[in-house]
């Protein structure tokens, strides 16, 4: 299984999920190399930042210095070899945070805990 391969099975693991994501390095941001390959967002407002590899691949030393300091700011980033496990943390990072509720009005956004 190829990077490519995992990343198709992650997003569309996320359209059944009814999220979506970003490829950031679809962007061809110069000088801005390992930041995460994608940035899962959704309903609730919590953005998760996700580098993938292909099986018994590894994030560079760059890449983990990135995470740590999307992590430190508070955001969640990680690295996955395996489509499911990403998607597992997705899942699991949006079920214990706070969330906001989604009201398409103006301003009708509101936290709540989930």
């Known amino acids: ?14 359209k059944q999920r009814g999220l979506t994501s970003i490829k950031l390095s679809s962007f061809g ?5 390992g930041w ?8 609730g407002g919590i953005p998760v ?3 993938l590899k292909a099986p018994g691949g590894k994030a560079s030393p760059l890449q983990l210095e990135r995470q ?3 992590n430190r ?8 070899d395996d489509p499911d496990a990403a998607l597992e943390y997705v899942s699991r990072v949006r079920a214990s945070h706070v969330l906001m ?10 936290r709540c805990k989930r």
Do not use: I, Q, S
């Open 1 to 14: 299984m190829l990077e490519r391969d995992v990343d198709r099975k992650f997003t569309n693991g996320l």
């Open 29 to 33: 941001a110069h000088g801005c190399a």
């Open 36 to 43: 995460p390959d994608r940035l899962v967002l959704g309903p």
């Open 49 to 51: 930042f996700v580098e």
């Open 68 to 70: 740590a300091v999307l």
């Open 73 to 80: 700011f508070g955001f969640f980033a990680a690295t996955f």
């Open 101 to 110: 509720d989604y009201d398409p009005t103006p301003g009708g956004a509101r």
